[in-house]
């Protein structure tokens, strides 16, 4: 019996006679040979099948193998350095679990909806498997991150009784006897809760959005990790997004070349992310944008997706806007103490256009305040009194903020569209598979 491994341990039993299970990721014949690009979900190797080394049975079935046939393959490791990835296997035994003819996609190209309706097929291409796992350490590297720093991961819940973000932006969802449930756009709310109790916390889940956005930065049902920090403010945060930025980037350089060479994605772009963010107002923001002949910026507004653009461009690292009019943020955001028309907020904008991936704040914590700013809102005051209770008893300063983990992903990896970012995306237009 030989040891069961897979692609991505190769490097431990050159030499050895080992097998491996998984799909054929393409078949090239010629004569007396087959060379397979096997794929195992870990990564891709060349098996060769020499007519002379296997079973005429095994050498006939592989011969009938298309891509995505399932097999299990037999073999001695060989370093090629030659090979993709390093390796070969040369395979002496072996068998085909499913013969497969007229798999959909195949390496020509096809159009996004074509693949996005087979989305459970088009994850086991080289391109999925790579932005995939890339997306995993980056979820990694953040939940490491929080860890060594002392947080606590305490969820927040999904079903909630009233808006955080905003009410235009929420799915209504039958909850029993009658009552209206929404699914939770942000677990801020409940993370200040959680943080108020134990000091550093994060949430890490699944958000949703209803605003009627088809772009290529919109999905309808995105992660987001928020930590929230008793005892910090705005700064103190801003550098904890900082830090942990820094140290995703590191972590998928560290972790993940096989992938970024498959994306082809420029490494030097990810290499120079090592700090020292650029930070400006949104003052500052404004003054260049209104100067700038490509923008439409109107003074007083929320930067558009253009205007955001504009300013990252100019950039290499993330860029930090901090202090945005009251009237376009929301209802917790504590004031600016030095300009009561602005909140202690920040968005940091991604380089290369993907835009806004982290927006956070330092919260009110007035009561007096906070409820004046919910009425503002003409949000119900009565669905945040549990809420309004975090500000009677044991009030503190405390800040935080939210990273879109699809956004960050695309970014990372260099992608168009962030739907390819999340594993079975959902949007606007598309619920399925
Ligand atoms: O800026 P947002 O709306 O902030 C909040 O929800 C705060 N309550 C977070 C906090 O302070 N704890 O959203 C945070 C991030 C955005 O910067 C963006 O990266 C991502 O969530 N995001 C989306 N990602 C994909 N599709 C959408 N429709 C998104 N909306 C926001
Ligand atoms: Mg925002």
Redesign the pocket.
Known sequence: MSTVTTVERLGNHVGETVTLRGWVYARTSKGKLHFVQLRDGTGYVQCVVFKRNVSEELFDAVAGCGQESSVELTGEVKADERAPGGYEVGVSEGRVLQAVSEYPITPKEHGADFLLSRRHLWLRSKRQWAILRIRDAVITALRGFFDERGFICVDSPMFTPAA??GTSTLFEVDYFDDEKAFLT????LY?EASALAFGKVYCFGP?F?A?K?KTR????E?W?L?P?VAFADLDDVMQLAEDMLVHVVKEVLRRRQPELAALERDVSKLECITGGFPRITYEEASKILLEHPDSEFVAGDDLGAPDETILSEMHEQPVMITRYPKNVK?FYMKEDPEDPTKVLCV?VIGPEGVG??????QREENLETLLASIAAHELPQEEFDWYLDLRRFGSAPHS?????L??TVGWICGIEH?REASPYPRMMTRIRP
């Open positions: 955080c973000e756009q942000s677990g801020q993370a958000t959005r605003e956005s930065r919109h999905l309808t995105f987001m928020e929230e929301a968005d806004e991936i982290i927006g956070g704040s935080g903020f939210g990273l879109g699809e956004r962030i």
